[in-house]
């Protein structure tokens, strides 16, 4: 049991260049979830998943878009024209939600560490 | 909207000195609030999860508590191990959660 996993772990990218991030979590958790990660500010939610097929923004979605296709462990984040303000440190989450209850735990993957030049 | 804010920003503490971190918040309706715990270079890492006022959790030297404005994470007789940074976030029924930006924890030998 891997737990939440993220690809990659670092990337150094040039300004306007394009790259995806991938996650994956074996719990067989229905919701799943970005952050990004900036210094004296938090975590801040990007896009979340409820559902396979379903996505909805966050707080920061500008310049981001996600995916949750039909492997519903997986959850992409990707970034069309890389900017230097997407310099951050990036999380995966994925929780649980029991039907009629609140929104359990969350567990997060490793991050990725993301440079943009 | 929603807002948590964490106090202190930083705190030192010696071996077995007892202390407490405070996680303030405000927000339209309170699904849950939760305590995580992050080490340098590393995602977080969950250590309770609090739904109503009055409500306590213990977990070793942890113990946290909530109020209807505040939350409290108490650390008894600390040990340098319990070194890292702690997360307070709040989830409201727009299923959104906000995170606060941390408490530094150093404890000193």
């Excluded at chain 1, 150094?12 to 067989?28: F, I, P």
């Excluded at chain 1, 938090?42 to 966050?58: C, M, N, Q």
């Excluded at chain 2, 927000?27 to 939760?34: A, E, H, N, Q, T």
Aim: aromatic share 12%; with cysteine.
């Amino acid at each position: 049991n891997a737990g939440v996993t993220q690809t990659p772990k670092f990337r150094v990218l040039k300004t306007g260049q394009s790259m995806t991030l991938l996650c994956a979590q074996d719990m067989n958790h229905e919701y799943m979830y970005w952050y990004r990660q900036d210094p004296g500010m938090g975590l801040r939610l990007i896009h979340y998943s409820v559902g396979e097929g379903t996505t909805a923004k966050g707080e920061v979605p500008d310049g981001y878009n996600v995916s949750r296709l039909k492997k519903k462990q997986n959850f992409l984040l990707g970034l069309e024209s890389a900017a230097p303000s997407q310099t951050s440190v990036y999380f995966c989450a994925s929780s649980y939600s029991r039907a009629g209850g609140p929104v359990d735990t969350q567990y997060f993957g490793p991050g990725t560490r993301l440079t943009v030049l | 909207e929603d807002q948590v804010t964490q106090s202190p920003e930083a705190l030192r503490l010696q071996e077995g000195e007892s202390s407490s971190l405070n996680c303030s918040y405000t927000v339209s309706g309170l699904r849950g609030l939760f305590w995580y715990r992050q080490d340098p270079g590393k995602g977080p890492e969950f250590l309770f999860t609090l739904y109503s006022a009055g409500e306590e959790k213990e977990k070793e030297r942890l113990k946290a508590t909530l109020t209807k404005k505040e939350s409290f994470l108490h650390i008894t007789a600390p040990k340098p191990e319990d070194s890292a940074t702690y997360l307070c976030a709040v989830q409201d029924y727009g299923q959104n959660f906000v995170f606060g930006p941390g408490t530094r924890l150093s404890v000193l030998p």
